[in-house]
Nanobody, 120 residues
Framework: QVQLVESGGGLVQPGGSLRLSCAASGSIVSISFMAWYRRAPGKQREMVAHITSGDSTNYTDSVKGRFTISRDNTKNTVYLQMNSLKPDDTAVYYC??????????????WGQGTQVTVSS
């Protein structure tokens, strides 16, 4: 079975930084895109950042210049470096990736989520 496991969430003061990690494990043949989503209390889930297999990136406007997505293909891991955090960044952050497992079709996988709280 393929799994995505996030880590790195927590409580941080406004202006602070956090780095989220998401590692994919299992019988993986290939990973195309990887992405981070978030869901804030009372709001719909939104895409935060996206990175293709060719390292092209895309960000939602509210995090441009503050967040950086990257990936390490040797470790099947995607990262989200979050700087200059604001209270509005408070949310559960989810990792998402399209993964082709061994002998199976490519499928959209999700992590369990990690809480990020920005508060003084």
């Amino acid at each position: 079975q393929v799994q995505l496991v996030e880590s790195g969430g927590g409580l941080v003061q406004p202006g602070g930084s956090l780095r989220l990690s998401c590692a994919a494990s299992g019988s993986i043949v290939s990973i195309s895109f990887m992405a981070w989503y978030r869901r804030a209390p009372g709001k719909q889930r939104e895409m935060v950042a996206h990175i293709t297999s060719g390292d092209s990136t895309n960000y939602t406007d509210s995090v441009k210049g503050r967040f950086t997505i990257s990936r390490d293909n040797t470790k099947n891991t995607v990262y989200l470096q979050m700087n200059s955090l604001k209270p509005d960044d408070t949310a559960v952050y989810y990792c998402n990736a399209e993964i082709k497992p061994y002998r199976l079709k490519a499928y959209d996988y999700w992590g369990q989520g990690t809480q990020v709280t920005v508060s003084s």
